[in-house]
DNA sequence: CTGTTAGCGCCTTCAA
DNA sequence: TTGAAGGCGCTAACAG
């Protein structure tokens, strides 16, 4: 029947040739759309297979209008180290990436320096995908906001606030640092300290929920550490915050990483965890459970997060009514405190 | 001049009417290609940017025949973990984003369950990218050889082995665990211990170089155990090696994480870390510093891995020759051993 | 220097 | 049930 026709097939056209049916039939037997003899789309399914073939999604796409990709941007605003390496954002990207996978959609990954205010506008224009997930909004609040007025396929893992026109997903900061609080209190503890950059919105609001979890008394003596969230800067941080002489007897750290250089200097300084100091990390990365001490911290689930960022983005790009949503947190208590 | 034309501007189709010229006028200007007036090509790049329209990618693509994005893709097929997470992989990530996205291209991320042996034909045949980098040949490897016969632009992070048809980058691991081996010696060490999944070929050829590296009566005590990559895993692994009564002088282990992992162990069963017992890594994760004691390990230049897999796939792309290269790794000694 | 035209590979309406 | 034809947004000959 079908010419032993041999060459490789590149389109529809080819295969169509091949099978002595038009373009629009092998259309329709290959995205199973349409209706079509069932034995005329079995043939040419058969036929595909046999010769390797499948259809181009880039033209597909086109055609469709849609590009069947989503973004996950990292935006680079605050700290110009190497971000993309924070275990915290590659358990989620993980996560992401399954969960899109499932949903149909490629994953684009970007990170993002942040150049003025209409980076993004410029990268949703490109048309490269169909919506965006942003990981943290680092200090691009503005930036977030104008879009979102226009662009309506796009969610932010972050902190939420009613002031924000933009979708957010993300742990409640502020009851994970009143959670942590009460943990150092109940161990005792009353010469605090919080280390972390609270110029990122997600840490200011754990320092906020932390302070106000404090009794007057503690909360007038607790120190404010500003450390970066990479680990050789958190580290030196560290290390010449206790080489000045300063002794708290608990410190909460912004992300795990921060918790575990905090820990690493101590050490180097015969600062004995947790007899001398307790410290209570943020995250619960894979990590946290292999430092020594283990490390009691306030658990962030990753997994959920994701899943949320997914089904959020889906239901706008359905065109549904969404709103944003706060995780809540919740402490893991390990050897450290 | 140019009508005050309103609406959105979705193609160069509008804009060449509200500028009063032909499409491919407003194609050769906005793409920097070809002869143009400059006076005219100015005046369509600003109504461009007034209006806010940037050229479509996806389409621009079909048109080019490429569709401007690399696929990065993990096969998981040893290891059915959060493999995603793994922060040396991560790190590699994050430097080949960087790298591809300095090369124009987009990355395309996909974690891949390999299931059958035309998992990786079919991806590559659904055309959504131009090429493709592979981190980790796992077990892989048949499916590489066959791919790679038909199809050029594809290069993997791995061992190298002549047998292999395929392009690899990726540190000389023997020599790493030879240099493991050496150092151990250097320190005392002779009741020996390797920790990994030598079913993974790089870990197999880090326990093989660090093996030959031995005097014989070491050799032939050392222990082979069989520890997966996942922290957990690890962990549970050494733990109930530790309490099995074993007590090595000297461990190596085939990555940072599974390093930590044994250490962690350790410190529970009262096994102090270095007196009674050495511990050497594989990596150099950002994390190992970190560690308690901070970890001594073999550096993998993470960095200068993803710079030539770009390139290399590069070169590949404009079909050039090219040939697979291995990195020289180097140990970092801290205070583990 | 600029316009006209023919596709890239696919989907879909309309007709047969 | 199937085919013909137009077009998604863009680029690149080829003319003028």
Same mark, same amino acid.
């Given at each position: 029947m079908a010419d032993k026709d041999e060459g490789p097939v590149r389109s529809i056209t080819d295969l169509a040739r091949i099978a002595g049916v038009s373009v629009s039939t092998v259309s329709r037997a290959l995205t199973s759309?349409?209706?079509?003899n069932k034995e005329t789309r079995r043939r040419i399914q058969l036929l595909a297979e046999e010769r390797g073939f499948q259809l181009n999604v880039a033209a597909q796409n086109l055609r469709l209008g849609r590009t069947g990709a989503i973004a996950v941007l990292l935006p680079l605003g605050h700290e110009r180290g190497?971000?993309?390496?924070?275990p915290f954002f590659m358990a989620m990207l993980g996560w992401l990436a399954e969960k899109l996978t499932d949903r149909g959609y490629d994953l684009l990954l970007s990170r993002v320096l942040?150049?003025?205010?209409?980076w993004l506008d410029n990268f949703i224009r490109s048309? =490269? %995908?169909d919506g965006v997930i942003i990981i943290g909004q680092s200090n691009q609040g503005a930036v977030l906001d104008r879009t979102a007025r226009h662009y309506e396929p796009m969610v932010i893992w972050g902190a939420y606030s009613p002031r924000n026109a933009y979708l957010t997903i993300g742990t409640d900061n502020q009851s994970g640092g009143a959670i942590a609080a009460q943990h150092l209190l109940d161990k005792g503890r009353r010469r605090l300290a919080f280390f972390g950059n609270v110029a990122v919105p997600e840490f200011a609001a754990r320092y906020q929920g932390f302070l106000a979890a404090l009794p007057d008394e503690v909360r007038a003596s607790t120190e404010l550490v500003h450390a970066h969230i990479t680990p050789e800067a958190s580290y030196r941080m560290a290390s010449d915050y206790f080489a000045s002489g300063k002794r708290p007897d608990g410190i909460f750290a912004a992300s795990d990483v921060t918790a575990m250089s905090i820990i690493a200097a101590a050490a180097e300084q015969n600062? =004995? %965890?947790?007899?001398?100091l307790s410290v209570v990390g943020f995250?619960?990365?894979?990590?946290a459970q292999l430092a020594n001490p283990p490390l009691t911290t306030i658990r962030q689930d990753i997994k959920r997060g994701a899943h949320l960022l997914v089904d959020l983005l889906c239901q706008r790009l359905a065109g549904q009514p969404c709103q944003s949503i706060q995780i809540a947190p919740a402490i893991i208590v390990r050897e450290s405190s």
């Open positions: 759309k349409g209706a079509l190497q971000h993309l390496s924070d942040p150049e003025g205010d209409d048309g =490269r %995908v600062i =004995r %965890v947790p007899d001398q995250d619960d990365v894979p990590m």
